[in-house]
């Protein structure tokens, strides 16, 4: 399975990373760390060093009760950075992480090389038109409701099949507007408890029935740290242990805060699925 990304073809047969550079004052884990062009420069110079294939940049943190801002301080947060990065890095490949199709458009025109939308353009009927129209690939998540209201919103009476479902009209609706380039994220998190997320875990390998590439995003999060009760600052040993998992399970991306450690899972599952 290949994407396009700016006219390089990348390919996800061998798992790549998606390296996570939040411009949010309120993440979960890294809110507010980077507030000025050296950190962010700092940051995203060590994640492409650390092997990352792409670069996530959110200015809209989702994560649960997460405050709303306007499109209009969403752009303000995010496009400088873009063309700072463009500027520094040229052949970054970034990510948008974003809902709202205005955002997508300025990103992609500025030079970003991929959309990341966490509600599959039910947020914003404009955008699977919109990133048809920019030829870029898209990331399709699983939500229901809002960042403000998914919490409240994890009943299911299958959830597999449900999240199957989900993901069959997504995709044939972004084929129809000629979305050439399709990746699935099951939003571990969104809309799901912590037993539903590692029942996704289990059966990740299911949702590559969709003919599309899978993302795993797990870094960090709440599964792993109320778990083990810990913070997510010390959540990093159990994100390997799930990442590990999750390659297993065919997992093409992983969505990461830590580059260095998410590599070496690739390069230990590589070895151990190369071995008879």
Not at 150 to 169: G, R, T, V
Not at 242 to 269: F, P, S, W, Y
């Amino acid at each position: 399975m290949t994407i396009n990304c700016k006219g390089s073809l990348i390919d996800l047969s061998v798992p790549k990373i998606m390296g996570i550079l939040n411009l949010t004052p309120d993440s979960f884990y890294d809110g507010g760390t980077y507030k000025n062009e050296n950190g962010v420069l700092r940051q995203t110079e060590l994640m492409l060093h650390e092997g990352a294939t792409f670069i996530d940049l959110g200015a809209y943190s989702s994560r649960p009760g997460a405050d709303h801002i306007s499109v209009e301080e969403e752009r303000k947060r995010i496009l400088p950075t873009v063309k700072l990065l463009i500027k520094e890095f040229p052949e970054i490949l970034l990510s948008i992480d974003t809902f709202r199709s205005e955002i997508a458009r300025s990103c992609v025109e500025a030079g970003a090389a991929m959309i990341n939308d966490i509600s599959a353009g039910n947020l914003d009927k404009k955008m699977i038109p919109t990133v048809g129209e920019l030829k870029v690939p898209y990331i399709m998540m699983h939500m229901k409701g809002t960042p403000q209201t998914m919490k409240s919103m994890d009943q299911y009476d299958n959830l597999m099949h449900e999240i199957q479902c989900y993901f069959s009209e997504k995709i044939a609706e972004a084929r129809k507007h000629k979305v050439d380039d399709i990746i699935i994220d099951p939003g571990f998190g969104f809309a799901k408890n912590i037993s539903q997320n590692f029942e996704l875990l289990k059966k990740l390998s299911l949702l590559r029935l969709q003919d599309v590439s899978v993302l795993a995003g797990v870094s960090r999060k709440s599964m792993i740290y109320k778990t083990l009760n810990i913070n997510p600052s010390e959540a990093l040993n159990g994100t390997t242990a799930l990442n590990t998992i999750a390659l297993l399970h065919g997992a093409a991306i992983l969505r990461v805060h830590d580059v260095k450690e998410a590599m070496q899972c690739i390069t230990l599952v590589d070895r151990y699925q190369q071995t008879s």
